[in-house]
């Protein structure tokens, strides 16, 4: 009898088992049978898989037919939309250029203006009554054929038409009348036509004396709260708004969120994120210990030439100190920076003196007085990033320009609050400004030209670098003046010394009052114009009250 011995090892002891070799052999038998079995099934599923591989080529051949198809259909349909097109641009055309002639007629013959031909079934013989009524109080040679809603309200309103009958008409307007205006590319209305055309009051609350004293009465409403206003002018006071503690699509505020503010109204933070394109003095920040060691150790032993030390926090040429020799001056202060910086959290920058400044002969000067360019930008919208350039006023300092007495502030701090301790300067104030455009006269047409271009580029390059920044705050109604203060060095290297969240609004000399009215009144016209137009779903592309403010950025437009 065959028999195998097969040993393993038990728990306890060697064990030794005798099995038939003809069991052994059936065993190894199935067992081979079992993995041809697994072979065919795997040789079964691949030829599955390589017919389901050749139906989805098969799927994508046909799809790309199918797409080729589209593409052309596509391309038919859009040529068919582009002749359409043409045609109705044509049509409307030809009525708006028949409505015109007819609205000439009627003017010279002094007919009141009639009511709109109606093409849609929403116009009632109510809202047309309400055109009748409204019109018939006009002057008959008002034109009335604008394709801008927000220009046919500032004409109603200069006829003396309350808010309500604004509404009633401009709601009839937009049914009746809308349809034949040219809108292909002026004011795109986006709400339905039976929606209400959103009318605000042209209210405005304001804080400080000088904002007060500044906004035109005749044009504005001036509120004792700020829930009641549609502009709200903010300096310090309102921190609560900051939260959007009012209605952002029914009112504005003039500041954005204090972190925004903070990337404008610090020195150090301006510095620290100033485009490649912005020139600026070199500089070297002291915000905190690891810095002063740094400066103190690697920067101050090698810096030669004048400096000039500014507290980051303050404005008006407080906390700004010239300096003639760092190393003395250093060793003598630097004590007194650090204790500042770690017991009463100052930050400071330290910048290059300009030394060779651009100057400007006032009658009777014999070398020509150091001045700076104050600028304004202003954030009209954040939703779409909307912001405008408005030239500003040359400052001159009260005494000519010498390369000593560093610590004299009326030579060499170009800043008005700087200027006003000086005996002379009631005397002497109204000489001590200009508007940056009479700088023609001093420098010749096409070096201000270059000069104003430098200080435009720079704060385009400023905004556009805080873009992310600043459009954290779209669908809040925010909208912000700003300032920007230059200098320019003899060989018209225009520097930026620093931006403004809240420029000073005084006016008590005689190019401020020329110039600040103008200027507080139309950026309000402009906040308001936006914050209505975003109000009825209007296009911010064009803005009726633009007059000395430049574009700067408009997103709004693509």
């Given at each position: 009898?065959?028999?195998?011995?097969?040993?393993?090892?038990?728990?306890?002891?060697?064990?030794?088992?005798?099995?038939?070799?003809?069991?052994?052999?059936?065993?190894?038998?199935?067992?081979?049978?079992?993995?041809?079995?697994?072979?065919?099934?795997?040789?079964?599923?691949?030829?599955?898989?390589?017919?389901?591989?050749?139906?989805?080529?098969?799927?994508?051949?046909?799809?790309?037919?199918?797409?080729?198809?589209?593409?052309?259909?596509?391309?038919?349909?859009?040529?068919?939309?582009?002749?359409?097109?043409?045609?109705?641009?044509?049509?409307?055309?030809?009525?708006?250029?028949?409505?015109?002639?007819?609205?000439?007629?009627?003017?010279?013959?002094?007919?009141?203006?009639?009511?709109?031909?109606?093409?849609?079934?929403?116009?009632?013989?109510?809202?047309?009554?309400?055109?009748?009524?409204?019109?018939?109080?006009?002057?008959?040679?008002?034109?009335?054929?604008?394709?801008?809603?927000?220009?046919?309200?500032?004409?109603?309103?200069?006829?003396?038409?309350?808010?309500?009958?604004?509404?009633?008409?401009?709601?009839?307007?937009?049914?009746?009348?809308?349809?034949?205006?040219?809108?292909?590319?002026?004011?795109?209305?986006?709400?339905?036509?039976?929606?209400?055309?959103?009318?605000?009051?042209?209210?405005?609350?304001?804080?400080?004396?000088?904002?007060?004293?500044?906004?035109?009465?005749?044009?504005?409403?001036?509120?004792?709260?700020?829930?009641?206003?549609?502009?709200?002018?903010?300096?310090?006071?309102?921190?609560?708004?900051?939260?959007?503690?009012?209605?952002?699509?029914?009112?504005?505020?003039?500041?954005?969120?204090?972190?925004?503010?903070?990337?404008?109204?610090?020195?150090?933070?301006?510095?620290?994120?100033?485009?490649?394109?912005?020139?600026?003095?070199?500089?070297?920040?002291?915000?905190?210990?690891?810095?002063?060691?740094?400066?103190?150790?690697?920067?101050?032993?090698?810096?030669?030439?004048?400096?000039?030390?500014?507290?980051?926090?303050?404005?008006?040429?407080?906390?700004?100190?010239?300096?003639?020799?760092?190393?003395?001056?250093?060793?003598?202060?630097?004590?007194?920076?650090?204790?500042?910086?770690?017991?009463?959290?100052?930050?400071?920058?330290?910048?290059?003196?300009?030394?060779?400044?651009?100057?400007?002969?006032?009658?009777?000067?014999?070398?020509?007085?150091?001045?700076?360019?104050?600028?304004?930008?202003?954030?009209?919208?954040?939703?779409?990033?909307?912001?405008?350039?408005?030239?500003?006023?040359?400052?001159?300092?009260?005494?000519?320009?010498?390369?000593?007495?560093?610590?004299?502030?009326?030579i060499h701090i170009s800043n008005i609050a700087q200027q006003r301790t000086h005996k002379r300067y009631q005397e002497l104030q109204d000489k001590l400004k200009m508007h940056i455009a009479d700088l023609t006269g001093c420098l010749g047409e096409a070096r201000y030209k270059k000069l104003e271009k430098n200080m435009k580029q720079a704060l385009h390059d400023i905004v556009v670098s805080k873009r992310q920044d600043v459009l954290k705050d779209a669908g809040r109604s925010r909208?912000?003046?700003?300032?920007?203060?230059?200098?320019?060095?003899?060989?018209?290297?225009?520097?930026?010394?620093?931006?403004?969240?809240?420029?000073?609004?005084?006016?008590?000399?005689?190019?401020?009052?020329?110039?600040?009215?103008?200027?507080?009144?139309?950026?309000?016209?402009?906040?308001?114009?936006?914050?209505?137009?975003?109000?009825?779903?209007?296009?911010?592309?064009?803005?009726?009250?633009?007059?000395?403010?430049?574009?700067?950025?408009?997103?709004?437009?693509?």
């Open positions: 009898k065959a028999t195998v011995s097969v040993l393993y090892w038990g728990p306890e002891r060697k064990m030794e088992k005798t099995m038939s070799f003809a069991v052994l052999e059936a065993k190894h038998t199935a067992e081979k049978k079992r993995k041809e079995a697994l072979w065919d099934d795997v040789a079964l599923r691949r030829d599955a898989l390589e017919a389901q591989k050749e139906k989805i080529a098969e799927l994508k051949r046909t799809l790309g037919n199918e797409e080729e198809k589209l593409d052309e259909m596509a391309e038919a349909y859009a040529g068919v939309q582009v002749e359409h097109n043409k045609a109705l641009v044509s049509v409307q055309e030809a009525g708006e250029a028949m409505e015109m002639q007819r609205l000439k007629e009627q003017q010279k013959e002094g007919k009141p203006q009639q009511r709109p031909k109606s093409k849609l079934e929403n116009v009632t013989d109510d809202m047309l009554a309400v055109w009748d009524e409204v019109t018939s109080k006009l002057d008959p040679s008002l034109d009335l054929s604008t394709s801008d809603p927000a220009r046919l309200l500032d004409i109603l309103r200069s006829q003396g038409r309350s808010d309500v009958e604004c509404t009633s008409f401009l709601n009839c307007w937009e049914a009746a009348y809308a349809p034949y205006a040219p809108r292909r590319s002026l004011v795109p209305v986006l709400r339905l036509p039976d929606e209400p055309y959103v009318i605000l009051p042209r209210t405005v609350y304001g804080e400080g004396v000088n904002f007060l004293k500044l906004v035109d009465r005749s044009k504005w409403t001036v509120v004792e709260t700020p829930q009641k206003a549609s502009l709200i002018w903010e300096r310090d006071a309102l921190e609560e708004f900051r939260n959007n503690d009012f209605n952002p699509k029914t009112q504005a505020l003039n500041r954005m969120t204090a972190s925004i503010e903070r990337l404008f109204a610090d020195k150090a933070e301006l510095v620290r994120n100033t485009p490649p394109g912005v020139m600026v003095p070199e500089t070297h920040l002291l915000t905190g210990p690891m810095e002063f060691l740094n400066v103190a150790q690697k920067v101050v032993p090698n810096l030669q030439g004048k400096w000039i030390l500014k507290r980051s926090d303050l404005a008006s040429g407080f906390g700004l100190t010239v300096i003639e020799n760092m190393q003395k001056w250093w060793a003598i202060n630097a004590p007194k920076i650090f204790l500042g910086m770690k017991d009463k959290r100052h930050r400071y920058v330290l910048q290059r003196y300009i030394d060779d400044p651009l100057l400007v002969k006032l009658s009777g000067d014999t070398v020509g007085r150091k001045f700076d360019m104050r600028c304004y930008f202003l954030i009209a919208s954040t939703n779409p990033l909307v912001v405008y350039y408005r030239s500003g006023t040359v400052r001159m300092n009260i005494e000519e320009y010498k390369n000593s007495d560093f610590e004299n502030p009326h909208f912000q003046l700003l300032a920007a203060d230059f200098i320019c060095d003899a060989s018209l290297n225009c520097y930026l010394l620093e931006t403004q969240t809240g420029p000073a609004l005084s006016h008590d000399d005689r190019i401020s009052r020329q110039h600040i009215p103008q200027l507080v009144n139309e950026t309000l016209e402009v906040a308001y114009e936006a914050l209505h137009r975003t109000a009825n779903g209007e296009s911010l592309a064009t803005l009726h009250s633009l007059e000395h403010f430049l574009p700067l950025i408009n997103e709004s437009i693509r």
